[in-house]
């Protein structure tokens, strides 16, 4: 069933010789002469960041790929998720030729990965009367063998609206398009779901992919660090396009200190916060005069319908408050992060009086 999925790749990216690293080259050894290093670490820079980095350090893919239920071959470390959506893009997608599929409303990197690449882009919206639900007949009507689309992004929990997408319907989509077009499902919000990932569907699913990041529940957003998960002979052409060094040293260390058992610990207990905080919020929220509808959210946001969003923002703005105006994606709407408890009051605060 893998050589279907690889027969979606782009040709050029088949036969590319990947630019083989002097790191990738060689290891062990006591005098490293061999990558044009400077031999002395400045103080200031210890540990060794005069040396280059592991490509992709075996320590932090074993850890995520515990962390993610996967054997390490299923696994790519790569600079946050947006690396991954990008890595896909390039290599999938013929510029001018091939073509992506989104349901919006949805994350934005998509499009621009796609624009970028030179990609079409193909909308199937989701369904907004039945609280943006997927609709997998329309998804697979979309996908005829002339539409181009080798990629279709898939975004559970779904930036900006907040909801899991049915479980069911993705794995329809998944199996349907087996040998035809990768569905990538985007999880970046899932450790903040009452579901678990799609991880497991992995091993039977050789054209699912998965996008899996540290930004999130694990507080890490500034030392980009995602990871995607796939059939082990994609990750292996991921391997061909994807930058020599791509986890920086200190990002490692930072990585591994956030995945030790008590960085773990941390991160599900703040897990369990901020899902009680979109829950108290939510059900506040509700009650206030000013907000027409709050839909429910399996993620660390909620969005929110207004009368006027740009009234909202400003008096968010006038309180030092800063949320996310989504009326472009979704008309007089705004998406709230689950900050703090007292960040969170003084969003309630703000909003008790528009
Ligand atoms: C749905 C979704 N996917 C991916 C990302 C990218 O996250 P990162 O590159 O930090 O992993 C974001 C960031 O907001 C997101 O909302």
């Not at 049915?166 to 990538?184: C, M, T």
């Not at 490692?252 to 369990?272: M, V």
């Not at 949320?323 to 709407?333: A, G, H, I, M, Q």
């Amino acid at each position: 069933m893998i050589a279907s999925v690889l027969a979606l790749v782009r040709p050029d990216i088949l036969a590319l010789t990947p630019y083989s690293s002097a790191r990738k080259e060689s290891s062990g050894g006591r005098i490293w002469l061999d990558a044009n290093e400077n031999p002395e670490t400045p103080e200031a820079h210890r540990p060794l960041l005069n040396r280059y980095p592991e490509p992709q350090p075996a320590a932090l893919a074993a850890t995520l790929a515990t962390l993610y239920g996967v054997t390490p071959d299923r696994l790519l470390i790569t600079r946050g998720s947006d690396e991954g959506i990008d890595l896909l893009l390039r290599t999938f997608c013929r510029a001018g030729q091939d073509a992506i599929l989104i349901t919006p409303p949805t994350y934005g990197m998509y499009s621009v990965a796609a624009g970028i690449q030179g990609a079409r882009v193909v909308p199937v919206p989701l369904v907004l009367e039945k609280n943006f639900a997927l609709d997998p007949a329309a998804v697979l009507a979309a996908i005829g063998p002339e539409s181009g689309v080798k990629l279709v992004f898939l975004c559970s929990p779904n930036n900006p609206t907040g909801q899991l997408l049915d479980r069911a319907a993705v794995l329809l989509v998944a199996r349907s398009l087996a040998g035809r077009a990768v569905v990538v499902v985007d999880e970046a919000y899932v450790d903040f779901a009452p579901q678990p990932s799609l991880a497991a569907e992995l091993a039977a699913l050789p054209n699912l992919v998965i996008l899996r990041t540290l930004s999130k529940a694990y507080g890490l957003a500034g030392a980009r660090v995602g990871a995607t998960l796939a059939d082990p002979a994609l990750i292996a052409v991921l391997h061909k396009v994807i930058a020599p060094y791509p986890v920086p040293t200190p990002v490692l260390q930072a990585a591994l200190a956030a995945l030790s058992p008590a960085g773990r610990a941390a991160a599900q207990e703040s897990i369990r916060q901020l899902v009680a905080e979109r829950l108290r919020l939510a059900s506040a929220l509700a009650k206030l005069p000013g907000i027409q509808q709050v839909w429910p959210g399996d993620a660390n946001f909620l969005l929110l319908r207004v009368a006027d969003s740009a009234h909202v923002m400003a008096a968010g703005r006038a309180a030092g408050i800063i949320w996310r105006d989504r009326s472009k994606d979704v008309p007089c709407t705004i998406r709230l992060t689950v900050g703090t408890r007292e960040e969170n009051d003084a969003t309630l605060e703000v909003l008790a009086r528009v």
